[in-house]
């Protein structure tokens, strides 16, 4: 199938051909027609599928052919967008807007992007000059609504994007404050890589009558993704970590650790071994962030070390190695990160590195994927024995209390840091 056969306008299939689009993906196939009639979706499919583009061009086509939605009454304070799209980081939407002026190149759509780490006055400015389509993280939408920077009155497609990650980061109250100020009549574009109970109950409330998308079986791993699993002490994973970049030559390499403290040391670490490598994580500001990015991709540093506020927000073109340095809390946030590599139908490589006390957390990433990872271990950073012979005694009921503590503290964080992830 083209993307002629979409009944895409002409200005955008003249944009996605420049851009080397040779074929819709499946999710373009499914999602795009019915956003296009003005159906309301719920579309679930894996980071790396062309989702972005999914909903961006039917927005697009709508705003270029359609008149407003919405009635233009009575003077409303604010700048009144027909589009809004909702992200969970400021990556994510920095991405989306940059998807958006791309696909938008012939058109005389205008297009914003609203995220906290940057100046308000220079989002202040772009409100001002009128904004078709703005692209926002949530708390700072927020913070323009209620000073009267934008109305949300005039809404006519709304798009949750990364739904599953908006309830892990504590941003529901948000969502719903948000959606308060919206018109009921509209289209809500819904889209998510997973569907827990959470999930669906946030997307029956918020869509009407929609029609379901599902472009791949929920929490499963891209096939082109390789994985494996190398057992190592704690202590001497930064080591381990060294040892594989420096002797197998990985020259691109995207690392994620569970804590933003943990992220900046690594990063030191890998330098004292000669890897030049950057962190970024919710603490820095988004200048440093964008620019230890940009740094990564221009193959300025071998490794970028990312704490899970990046795992949704990154897209690095035939990125090839992954490394879990530390499991992630959520098993659902393994596919997340492993999905950064593997995507456009290219060979990555996913690789993580366990410790004994982790071994929970792997099991939990097995019984998700329903599958079990292959392990190895490597020649002279073999576990301590002695180590494993205590982890064996412990195991069983007290490794689900450590894992009922660590997603209990981790639910009661989640609240505290939202906010500072804005």
Do not use: C
């Amino acid at each position: 199938m083209s993307f002629e056969t979409l009944g895409l306008h002409p200005k955008l299939l003249q944009v996605v051909t420049e851009l080397g689009y040779e074929q819709p993906t499946d999710v373009q196939v499914q999602a795009i027609p019915l956003a296009l009639v003005g159906d309301d979706v719920m579309a679930g499919a894996q980071t790396g599928t062309g989702k972005t583009a999914a909903f961006a061009l039917p927005i697009l086509q709508r705003l270029m052919t359609l008149p407003p939605l919405v009635e233009q009454g009575a003077p409303q304070q604010g700048a009144k967008i027909r589009a809004l799209v909702i992200t969970p980081t400021r990556e994510l939407a920095q991405q989306v807007f940059d998807s958006f002026i791309a696909y938008g190149k012939y058109s005389d759509l205008k297009v914003a992007v609203a995220y906290g780490g940057t100046s308000m006055n220079v989002q202040i400015k772009a409100l001002r000059a009128g904004v078709d389509i703005l692209i926002a993280t949530p708390g700072r939408l927020l913070d323009h609504v209620f000073v009267g920077n934008v109305s949300l009155a005039n809404v006519e497609t709304f798009v949750l994007d990364e739904a599953d990650r908006m309830l892990d980061m504590g941003f529901i109250i948000d969502i719903n404050r948000i959606m308060k100020r919206m018109p009921a009549k509209r289209q809500t574009l819904f889209f998510s890589a997973t569907f827990s109970k959470q999930v669906k109950k946030l997307a029956f409330s918020i869509l009407t009558d929609p029609k379901m998308v599902e472009v791949t079986p929920e929490n499963i791993a891209a096939d082109t993704v390789q994985q494996m699993v190398y057992p190592v002490d704690k202590k001497r994973k930064s080591e381990l970590l060294a040892y594989l970049i420096g002797s197998r030559n990985w020259q691109q390499v995207l690392v994620f650790t569970k804590t933003k403290q943990g992220s900046d040391e690594l990063a030191k670490s890998l330098g004292l071994d000669g890897i030049k490598a950057v962190s970024i994580n919710g603490d820095k500001s988004q200048g440093a962030r964008q620019r230890a990015l940009d740094d990564f991709k221009a193959g300025k540093v071998r490794v970028l070390v990312a704490t899970d506020v990046a795992a949704r927000g990154l897209d690095i073109q035939q990125l090839e190695y992954v490394v879990n340095f530390d499991l992630p809390f959520n098993a659902e946030d393994y596919v997340h990160r492993i999905g950064r590599t593997g995507r456009a139908g290219n060979i990555g490589h996913a690789i993580t590195l366990m410790s004994l006390d982790e071994e929970w957390a792997l099991k939990a990433i097995e019984e998700l994927l329903n599958t079990r990872l292959p392990q190895q271990w490597l020649e002279g950073y073999e576990p301590d024995p002695s180590l494993i012979e205590t982890v064996s005694v412990h195991r069983g009921a007290s490794a689900e209390k450590r894992r009922a503590k660590s997603k209990s503290k981790i639910h009661q964080n989640r609240g505290k840091n939202a906010q500072r992830r804005r």
